[in-house]
């Protein structure tokens, strides 16, 4: 709610700017602000609605509104926020107008000043304020990331809300960097295409940034499985409950951040009988839930066979490891 209001006000003091000097990459920077609040609205509300208990309708929950969202996101970033900078920019670019202003100055009281120091003063904030968000998402980051590369952590990300909060801020650095930029280059040499310029490469940024935020939560909203260390991690529990052979099969995808649905089948020892079959199921769901608790639905069939489709064993040699 915080980063919303934020958002929010920052969108406004940028579109003022805009409009005082005409500044295209300011009106894109604006939209992109826009766009930004709208995505914080959205994440909350995907927050909210995955909250709900499970009903008749979703008997497993709601978990996967948290990557609904965030795609609905993505797909604003591209079209509200990349689209509409691409298109204006290019519009000025065709057209030929440099965006001139009807008064270069802007009189608030007694005071007159040139109206591009609103711009300069809104951008060089906006770039304090977005660095200082940053800090903050890059921190929570590298504590998920776990010291991967930045590009496997982002690809690798069970939960798209940090790593999309870390994206939408790297890229309002550069696109305010990029603004600002354009908005110097207009004024000192003045040459005006240097603005609508900087409009098109901003909306180049956003839609390259939605495309790959896209990708990411398009895996997960289908039902992208757990990590390979995961799945062996459930192997070696599961086969370390007495009572447990072997597991011959493992399936397991995620409905939301916090909630897997596993599915496995286990080899029994074969004396066993019905009655001690079913104490060793609830154990070893106990015992996976007690160290993931995300594995929150898990379902076991007793199968001495299978056939091994999703399973991963402990030795660093298992197929699936990427």
């Given at each position: 709610m915080a980063a919303l209001a934020g958002n929010v006000a920052i969108a406004v003091c940028k579109l003022v700017a805009a409009l005082l000097s005409h500044s295209t990459a300011t009106l894109a920077e604006a939209a992109h602000s826009i766009a930004d609040s709208?995505?914080?609205a959205l994440?909350?509300?995907g927050m909210g609605l995955a909250a709900k208990p499970p009903?008749?309708?979703?008997?497993?929950?709601?978990?996967?509104?948290?990557?609904?969202?965030?795609?609905?996101?993505a797909l604003m970033l591209f079209s509200l926020g990349g689209a509409f900078a691409i298109v204006e920019g290019s519009h000025r670019l065709v057209?030929?107008?440099?965006?001139?202003?009807?008064?270069?100055?802007?009189?608030?009281?007694?005071?007159s000043f040139p109206s591009i120091w609103v711009s300069y003063v809104v951008l060089g904030l906006s770039f304090f304020f977005e660095a200082m968000s940053f800090r903050v998402a890059f921190r929570e980051f590298r504590i998920i990331a776990?010291?991967?590369?930045i590009v496997n952590a982002i690809f690798e990300a069970r939960d798209p809300t940090v790593p999309l909060v870390l994206a939408e801020d790297a890229t309002a650095l550069l696109g305010l960097a990029i603004a600002l930029a354009a908005v110097i280059l207009t004024n000192t040499t003045g040459i005006w295409w240097w603005d609508p310029l900087g409009s098109v490469l901003i909306g180049a940024l956003l839609a390259a940034v939605s495309l790959v935020l896209a990708r990411v939560t398009h895996a997960l909203l289908i039902g992208a499985s757990v990590l390979p260390s995961e799945r062996r991690r459930i192997v070696e529990?599961?086969?370390?409950?007495?009572?447990?052979?072997?597991?011959?099969?493992?399936l397991a995808m995620h409905l939301g951040p916090d909630v897997v649905i596993v599915a496995l089948k286990i080899a029994f020892r074969p004396e066993m009988k019905v009655p001690e079959i079913e104490d060793v199921t609830n154990l070893l769901e106990k015992k996976v839930r007690a160290e993931m608790?995300?594995?929150?639905?898990?379902?076991v069939e007793a199968d001495s066979r299978g056939?091994?489709?999703?399973?991963?064993h402990a030795s660093p040699e298992a197929p699936g490891e990427t």
């Open positions: 709208g995505n914080q994440l909350l509300v009903d008749d309708r979703f008997p497993f929950g709601r978990a996967a509104e948290r990557y609904f969202w965030p795609f609905v996101v057209s030929g107008n440099a965006g001139e202003t009807a008064s270069k100055y802007v009189h608030i009281a007694s005071i776990k010291g991967k590369p529990i599961v086969e370390s409950v007495e009572g447990v052979d072997r597991v011959t099969q493992l608790p995300e594995m929150r639905k898990i379902f056939d091994g489709r999703g399973l991963v």
